[in-house]
């Protein structure tokens, strides 16, 4: 596995960093998995969203993560056929986990 591959049954997707996200190459840089953070009143906050099979019309609306002109786009879009994210989920924690040679660990209350 190459990093920064994400390889299931479906295919692979080639993602690469971005200045706030993760991206796909497809008619240009599009947003696929964008991570943010923010920082304000010595709180930090991030986040991650993976489209898997998102409404991509609720984009039409706003500048997705602050950047003019680029577009979003889902993996079952890219791909051509409905991938939820039960599809996806295991090799992209593994990709996550080898990326950021980082292990994760679950937990079942929220308040862990």
Not at 9 to 36: K, N
Not at 37 to 58: E, Q, R
Request: glycine residues 10%; contains cysteine; aromatic residues 8%.
């Amino acid at each position: 596995m190459q990093r920064g591959d994400v390889y299931s049954d479906l295919g692979s997707v080639r993602i690469s960093h971005t200045e706030t996200s993760l991206a796909m190459d497809a008619d240009g840089w599009v947003l696929l998995a964008p991570a943010g953070v923010h920082c304000g009143n010595y709180i930090t906050s991030h986040g991650l969203a993976l489209n898997c099979c998102t409404d991509l019309t609720w984009f039409d609306h706003i500048i997705p993560c602050g950047l003019e002109g680029k577009g979003v786009t889902s993996l079952s879009h890219e791909l051509g056929q409905h991938i939820t994210v039960d599809h996806v989920l295991k090799p992209f924690l593994d990709s996550f986990q080898e990326v950021f040679d980082s292990t994760l660990v679950f937990s079942d209350d929220p308040g862990d």
